[in-house]
């Protein structure tokens, strides 16, 4: 069955580093997300791509998060100055379409900055 | 921000019996109902879904209904399993949010023998 695909399962980074969690989302969905989940917290939405750019973002993500598609299957979200408040699991996410449809997650990237 | 609510963190159910998990929302915009399930270190594995155009959607052992006029959605898992024992969470999305969507905190459920 296909699925989502998260790279690292855990990366842990000094405050004020950058870091890229990679996804390979399923191959034939179009819509890509990334979510996150603090610890004890609820699953929050960050951003949504499509067509090759931001679709929709939340207050969440700031001018300290980037997302890219750099080629036909992976899809990257870059955090360019850590905080320590960034330490959270991070789930990407790929849908078929943007509409009305489940999106398949991945298995989760934990963040631990330090 | 809580526009989907999960007020039950947990509950404990025996095998074999009906858990029924509760879920409100306060966005009227929302069209569009789905529930997941976590285990610990995986990702959220999509399990039901239901349209605003429907009451009621049955999936084998999982019932989700939808009272629009209160804003509730519950999900029935009958019979219980211990396999199903999970964080359970629900969410919401619709309107002009295309795709995006809005998590409930989660409820855990245990199954027990």
């Known amino acids: 069955e296909p699925e989502v695909t998260q790279t690292p399962s855990h990366q842990v980074t000094q405050m004020g580093q950058e870091v890229i969690l990679r996804c390979v989302p399923i191959?034939?969905?179009?819509?890509f997300y990334w979510y996150r989940q603090i610890l004890g917290q609820k699953v929050e939405f960050l951003v949504s791509f499509y067509n090759n750019e931001i679709s929709e973002k939340s207050e969440i993500f700031d001018d300290q998060f980037s997302v890219e598609r750099p080629d036909g299957s992976n899809f990257t979200l870059k955090i360019r100055s850590t905080k320590l408040e960034d330490s959270a699991m991070y789930f990407c996410?790929?849908?078929?379409?943007?509409?009305?449809?489940?999106?398949?997650f991945g298995q989760g990237t934990r963040l631990t900055v330090v | 921000d809580q526009q989907v609510k999960q007020n039950s963190p947990s509950l404990s159910v025996q095998e074999g019996r009906i858990s029924i998990l509760n879920c409100d929302y306060t966005?009227?915009?929302?069209?569009?109902f789905l529930w997941y399930k976590k285990y610990p270190a995986e990702g959220p594995t999509f399990l039901i879904s239901i349209s605003s155009i429907k009451d009621k959607n049955e999936d084998g052992r999982f019932t989700v209904f939808l009272n629009k006029s209160a804003k509730h959605l519950s999900l029935h898992i009958v019979p219980s399993q211990p396999g199903d024992s999970a964080v359970y969470f629900c969410a919401a999305s619709g309107g002009s949010t295309l795709g995006r969507l809005y998590f409930g905190r989660g409820t855990q459920l245990t199954v027990w023998p």
């Open positions: 996410a790929s849908s078929p379409s943007g509409g009305i449809t489940e999106a398949f």
């Open positions: 191959s034939n969905h179009l819509y």
């Open positions: 966005n009227s915009m929302f069209d569009y």
